[in-house]
T-cell receptor
Framework: DQQVKQNSPSLSVQEGRISILNCDYTNSMFDYFLWYKKYPAEGPTFLISISSIKDKNEDGRFTVFLNKSAKHLSLHIVPSQPGDSAVYFC???????????FGKGTLLTVNP | NAGVMQNPRHLVRRRGQEARLRCSPMKGHSHVYWYRQLPEEGLKFMVYLQKENIIDESGMPKERFSAEFPKEGPSILRIQQVVRGDSAAYFCASYLRRTDTQYFGPGTRLTVL
């Protein structure tokens, strides 16, 4: 029962171009969504989040879009940099205990 | 990740031994979550604790696993009689309600021989 799905295991883009990472969810109770970045042998690092009352949140090169009717969110990174190469996890929470449900991650490779 | 500490970073145990994983949350945070990541998988929620209380343990296996977060000291995830299937990365996260964000530690990589 995968409530958060990242259907692309990997993505490769050229430096300077836009990276778009996608995430779908099935649980209508989710009301808060987060993106984390993870390097090998390290813990996930928080990137950006969005509440279900919004459809867009922007922080520097990172923008997250939320389409509630489609139960879909995406992370845009522009311009992409080689240092962005990592695994990106989409996560969602709902309810009072704020536990996170994660997707399986997408490996982003930004080529110089 | 700054501020959330986990130790040890790597732990090797033989089948049947006990594993103890420690997590010190960020200063001022009194909520701790434990997650497990199996190879090629995302992180899976295990347990949510506040100081001296288990709030949600719905992700914990029914046997051999326990967790605590005492009034003083770190949170402990304890796995008794480890089996090879327990080999995974275990992450803790501390949470500050004001920011609605969980901040993760570097993880403990458990290997069961």
């Amino acid at each position: 029962d995968q409530q958060v799905k990242q259907n692309s295991p990997s993505l490769s883009v050229q430096e300077g171009r836009i990276s778009i990472l996608n995430c779908d969810y099935t649980n209508s109770m989710f009301d808060y969504f987060l993106w984390y970045k993870k390097y090998p042998a390290e813990g996930p690092t928080f990137l950006i989040s969005i509440s279900s009352i919004k459809d867009k949140n922007e922080d520097g090169r990172f923008t997250v879009f939320l389409n509630k009717s489609a139960k879909h969110l995406s992370l845009h990174i522009v311009p992409s940099q080689p240092g962005d190469s990592a695994v990106y996890f989409c996560a969602a929470s709902g309810g009072s205990n704020y536990k996170l449900t994660f997707g399986k991650g997408t490996l982003l490779t930004v080529n110089p | 990740n700054a501020g959330v500490m986990q130790n040890p970073r790597h732990l090797v145990r033989r089948r049947g031994q006990e594993a103890r994983l420690r997590c010190s949350p960020m200063k001022g945070h009194s909520h701790v979550y434990w997650y497990r990541q199996l190879p090629e998988e995302g992180l899976k929620f295990m347990v949510y604790l506040q100081k001296e209380n288990i709030i949600d343990e719905s992700g914990m296996p029914k046997e051999r696993f326990s967790a605590e977060f005492p009034k003083e000291g770190p949170s402990i995830l304890r796995i008794q009689q480890v089996v090879r299937g327990d080999s995974a990365a275990y992450f803790c996260a501390s949470y500050l309600r004001r920011t609605d964000t969980q901040y993760f530690g570097p993880g403990t990589r458990l290997t069961v021989l």
